[in-house]
């Protein structure tokens, strides 16, 4: 991987970069056969067609000169064929356009997929690794248009030799040491457009974690989440700074390079000129001299410069392939890039006892269970120990920063790296299947999503499978208390939520937790945790949902957890958390009699209850 540095740009990091070669052309092929044999073919094509052009013109002026023949059927002959030669050409020409415009769509779409691909077989600590988001950044940016161009400049390569070739063998008739200059000079100029194209690469990958900013920036002024804080508190002219400062100052890097780049350019450009010039000047003296006739003079004269400009253009294309390739280096350091999610680590399914038969959750298990966040040193967790059995609920209570939501990512499987065992049915959790592990249960997070789809969909997501299946979908809802509000709507379950799109119903707050709710209980888990369900809800919604909750985990098991240490009442037991480690457990009742941590705090949440009383 490339480092922090322009230094690590060097000519030995653009020839590594070219060891992607391989993969990129085997996505070519793979994405349309048909389409890259013909494109290929038509670039070979287009290579042959300037020397054809330049004979077929020589054959032309020489005949209407008379230097050929005075016989009109000759200059008739020669006008036809350069005329068919000038619309086979374009006829050519037109194909290939189409075609590989059809053959860019379907390949942008499909790294497009890849790298959506990719980023759903992450882990949650890889979305919460600056790097990876930095990489993933790149990656969307480079999907685009970067592979395809790698393909174009390899072809317009592939056409620019076919055509340096037979446009020099054209001159060397005439004079070998012309072709000489017009293929050596534009390599002496080869290295300095390759140190800008290298200090152009390292400019934009520096540039990851700032546009990530910027696009945070534009998030924040251009969605709905944002806009009621943004507009209380006068953030709107402070935000636009930010957002002005930082593409002004990507305005001068880019003028910067680009001023580089034009001087670079004038200096090479008169250069050539004046050589191209020099060169005329010899053709045009020996057709002057009678050394040769006008249709070769034409012919030589733009020999010289197709010559010139094709060996240019080659040369140019093999700068913009090195820095194509480190930017494409960039979008397969993502696509390589190791998940951390647990389930997708798992490579073999491992067989258990219950393997053969319907899988049930019967009980879950923390033995000395300790959590520390990848960089950094420390513990969330801190050695827990508790169970929980089939037909049970848990309320996990406890201060902000205790690492009640932490837990919950351990009992989803969204971290596997813990110290101690998670036990499942008195097995070891590693001996599971875990995707097996995690479709059994059923999660509302406290930052749970809104999706701005129609309810179906809210709902149905939790268990896709059953998406069709209204009579489930309504059965859910009513669970959660929000049937009655469906099935008055036009559009019933069809009914578009959110702002974002046309005809899109705005719930409260209140009303999608009650959504996320009906998506978790929609699932057919056997364990159901609610992450601050009533975080949102009124008290009688809250009764609400956490009746329906006891019902529903009554053959199951169910975690919650809240801030309202009244709501912990709803559970069979309660697990109090201070620092990551567990201080209480126990009933309700049992807690209030201990008089300590959770009998303090519950007490502090009802006192101004009971003295408004």
């Given at each position: ?125 890889d979305f919460e690794n600056a790097e990876v988001q930095d990489q993933l950044k790149r990656a969307q940016q ?472």
């Amino acid at each position: 991987m490339y480092g922090p540095t322009e230094d690590l740009f060097t000519l030995k990091t653009v020839i590594q970069s070219f060891r992607n070669w391989p993969k990129i052309f085997r996505l070519f092929w793979t994405v349309q056969k048909g389409y890259f044999i013909t494109i290929v073919i038509l670039n070979i094509l287009q290579g042959l067609f300037p020397v054809g052009m330049l004979y077929v013109t020589q054959e032309l002026v020489n005949a209407v000169s008379g230097g050929v023949s005075q016989d009109g059927d000759t200059v008739l002959i020669s006008f036809l064929f350069f005329i068919s030669f000038i619309l086979v050409k374009q006829l050519v020409t037109l194909i290939q356009n189409y075609v590989e415009g059809l053959f860019q769509s379907l390949l942008s779409n499909r790294l497009r997929e890849m790298v959506l691909e990719k980023a759903n077989s992450m882990g949650l600590a890889d979305f919460e690794n600056a790097e990876v988001q930095d990489q993933l950044k790149r990656a969307q940016q480079e999907t685009s248009y970067r592979p395809y161009q790698i393909f174009e400049l390899v072809l317009s390569i592939v056409s620019g030799v076919i055509s340096l070739v037979s446009t020099s063998l054209f001159l060397i008739f005439w004079k070998w040491w012309v072709v000489f200059i017009l293929v050596l000079f534009p390599l002496i100029s080869f290295y300095s457009y390759l140190r800008l194209s290298q200090q152009e690469f390292y400019i934009r990958w520096s540039r990851a974690e700032r546009e990530r900013r910027g696009w945070y920036i534009s998030h924040l002024l251009t969605h709905d989440r944002a806009f009621k804080e943004v507009q209380i508190y006068k953030l709107g002219s402070y935000l636009i700074t930010q957002f002005r400062d930082m593409i002004t100052q990507f305005f001068y890097e880019d003028k910067k390079i680009a001023t580089t780049r034009l001087k670079t350019s004038l200096v090479f450009e008169s250069l050539t000129i004046a050589m191209i010039g020099f060169m005329s000047f010899i053709a045009i003296k020996a057709a002057f001299l009678k050394e040769i006739l006008l249709g070769n003079l034409v012919s030589y004269i733009q020999g010289i410069t197709l010559t010139q400009t094709t060996s240019q253009s080659l040369m140019h294309s093999l700068i913009g392939l090195s820095q194509h390739n480190m930017f494409v280096e960039q979008l397969f350091l993502f696509l390589e890039r190791d998940s951390s999610d647990p389930v997708k680590l798992q490579k073999v399914t491992i067989t258990t006892p219950q393997q053969n038969d319907p899988f049930v959750l019967e009980s879950i298990e923390f033995v000395n269970v300790s959590f520390t966040y990848p960089e950094t040193e420390r513990s969330v967790l801190q050695n827990l120990s508790f169970k929980i059995n089939k037909g049970e609920s848990l309320a996990i209570v406890g201060e902000n920063g205790s690492g009640k939501t932490t837990l919950v990512k351990l009992l989803t499987l969204l971290y596997k790296e813990y110290d101690g065992q998670i036990l499942i049915n008195g097995t070891d959790l590693n001996a599971f299947d875990l995707e097996q592990i995690r479709a059994k249960i059923g999660v509302v997070f406290q930052d749970f999503m809104q999706y701005e789809m129609p309810i179906r969909n809210n709902v149905g997501f939790g268990d896709l499978s059953l998406l069709r299946h209204d009579d489930k979908l309504y059965h859910a809802l009513e669970k959660s208390g929000m049937r009655s509000l469906a099935e008055g709507l036009e559009q019933g379950l069809d009914t578009q939520l959110g702002k974002w799109f046309t005809e899109g119903l705005q719930l409260s707050g209140g009303q999608w937790q009650r959504i996320a709710i009906a998506r978790a209980f929609f699932r057919n888990a056997d364990l159901y945790i609610l992450d601050e369900p009533s975080a949102a809800l009124d008290p009688v919604a809250e009764k609400e949902v956490f009746d329906a909750f006891n019902l529903l985990t009554k053959e199951r098991m169910g975690i919650f957890i809240s801030h309202r240490y009244s709501s912990a009442q709803y559970a069979d037991r309660i697990m109090v958390l201070d620092q990551g480690r567990i201080v209480e457990f126990g009933t309700h009742s049992e807690l209030i009699r201990l008089q300590q941590k959770y009998a303090s705090l519950y007490n502090l949440q009802a006192s101004p209850f009971v003295s408004q009383s």
